[in-house]
């Protein structure tokens, strides 16, 4: 498993943006599916967005499609979520997460229970 570090959350007005980070240790971070999730106080854990091993695809939730954009940078091994035109209702902890896929010919996963990596989160307030 990787060592994953979020960073980049903050306070920030409706309708601002906000790039978070996400740094993988070792040196196998190619091997891994990479997702950004999050979670507003009282609810469960939310899928946002998720990238392939090399970065040719992507899948978002429908709530930020257009608004946010994952991206990655394997020779940092860094994966980035963009986030422009914030609500409100974007406000939550931020978890980048990773799954490795390297022997899977699959790599759309959506659910928590389907990453065993994962980082301490970075608190995202949108204020209205």
């Known amino acids: 498993q990787v060592q994953l570090i979020e960073s980049g959350g903050g306070l920030v007005q409706a309708g601002g943006s906000l790039r978070l980070s996400c740094v993988a240790s070792?040196?196998?971070?190619?091997?891994?599916?990479m997702a950004w999730f999050r979670q507003a106080p009282g609810k469960e854990r939310e899928f946002v967005t998720v990238?392939?091993?090399?970065?040719?695809?992507?899948w978002y939730v429908d709530s930020v499609k257009g608004r946010f954009t994952i991206s990655r940078d394997n020779a940092k091994n860094t994966v980035y979520l963009q986030m422009n035109s914030l609500k409100p209702e974007d406000t939550a902890v931020y978890y980048c997460?990773?799954?490795?896929?390297?022997?899977?010919?699959?790599?759309?996963?959506?659910?928590?229970?389907?990453?065993?990596?994962w980082g301490q989160g970075t608190q995202v307030a949108v204020s209205s």
């Open positions: 070792g040196r196998t971070f190619d091997f891994y599916t």
């Open positions: 990238i392939s091993r090399i970065g040719g695809s992507t």
């Open positions: 997460a990773g799954r490795n896929t390297v022997y899977s010919s699959l790599e759309y996963y959506t659910r928590p229970a389907d990453f065993n990596s």
